[in-house]
């Protein structure tokens, strides 16, 4: 099959798979021209054997329509000042992802857990459709991340997993979220070049045409890795570990990751790893920031140099 018919057969099979999807939950075409896109970017980017993940990871999610800017409709709902909102939306701008979780009882009595997911996509004509899109995606793969082995155990302690990240639900705290975010930004950015690949054929559909044409229209998305990023961005970038890596945030048989690190690196290493790029994200002490950002860029080196020697 020529590039030109995989393409058209992608993007047509998208199209009719968010049609599906909005007749079963009962929701508006409102959002369809960029929800049919991000099926698309992401159907081109994981390949045919996600497409069940895919699409329950957007049968799942509730996508509702903000007719004003993001930010002020958390500042309502949450009842947070303007510099939070705008730091909460900053790096999907345009969107939020909202996660509730219900524990029950199965018939079964056995104990379990069931997750609504919500993302808020602004469409007051503010946010350019590419932005829109790019900040849809990388909503739409947090979902897609955790649909799997949603509920974890993390040293007795049950946690909801987004990706390699923890929600503890007793403590409420948040394990690894700053590293699933930079991960989940540079799978965001393939899959938005994945789209802007589409136009190198020509497109049949031409409202898809034009769909597509528009998103191409504005400058596209400049990245700026941020410390935790030019930390990640080697390790992301060995296609190895990259296949592992997206693979077990899939499946959430987390302790792939964590062998594969330490195949070539020591015992407990990707826990010192994923420690040290906690600190970078979070102090204020540059000192420890400085020390902690060295030592992960070494686990880090250390894997790679033994990767291509073997290589």
Do not use: W
């Not at 508006?28 to 021209?33: F, H, P």
């Not at 800017?69 to 730091?87: G, H, Q, R, T, V």
């Not at 996509?121 to 829109?132: F, Y």
């Amino acid at each position: 099959m020529s590039m030109h018919d995989v393409v058209n057969e992608r993007l047509n099979y998208s199209k009719e798979m968010i049609k599906q999807i909005n007749h079963i939950n009962g929701t508006s075409s409102e959002l369809s021209d960029v929800l049919e896109l991000a099926f698309a970017g992401m159907l081109a980017h994981y390949g045919q054997e996600a497409l069940n993940e895919i699409y329950v990871a957007f049968l799942k999610t509730k996508f509702v329509v903000c007719n004003e800017p993001i930010e002020e409709f958390l500042m309502k709902k949450y009842k947070i000042s303007k510099n939070a909102a705008s730091d909460v939306v900053s790096h999907a701008p345009g969107t939020f992802y909202e996660v509730t979780g219900h524990e029950y009882i199965d018939k079964n009595h056995r104990r379990k857990y069931k997750f609504d997911r919500c993302v808020y996509v602004q469409n007051d004509g503010s946010v350019d459709k590419a932005t829109l899109l790019r900040s849809v995606i990388h909503q739409v793969n947090h979902v897609l991340n955790s649909i799997n082995n949603s509920v974890v155990n993390v040293q007795g302690r049950l946690a909801a997993r987004m990706g390699i990240s923890l929600d503890v639900f007793v403590s409420r705290e948040n394990i690894h979220i700053k590293a699933e975010e930079a991960i989940n930004a540079m799978q965001s950015d393939e899959i938005m070049n994945e789209i802007y690949e589409f136009l190198l054929v020509d497109i049949d559909n031409e409202d898809i045409k034009r769909n597509l044409d528009e998103v191409s229209s504005y400058p596209k998305y400049e990245v700026v890795d941020d410390s935790i990023t030019e930390i990640l961005r080697p390790l992301y970038e060995d296609d190895f570990f990259k296949n592992i890596l997206v693979d077990r945030r899939i499946s959430g048989r987390l302790n792939g990751i964590r062998a594969e690190f330490e195949s070539y690196t020591d015992i407990g290493s990707y826990a010192t790893f994923l420690t040290a790029c906690g600190v970078v994200a979070s102090t204020k002490d540059e000192e420890e920031k400085a020390k902690c950002m060295e030592t992960a860029k070494q686990l880090v080196k250390k894997y790679l140099d033994v990767t291509d020697e073997d290589n």
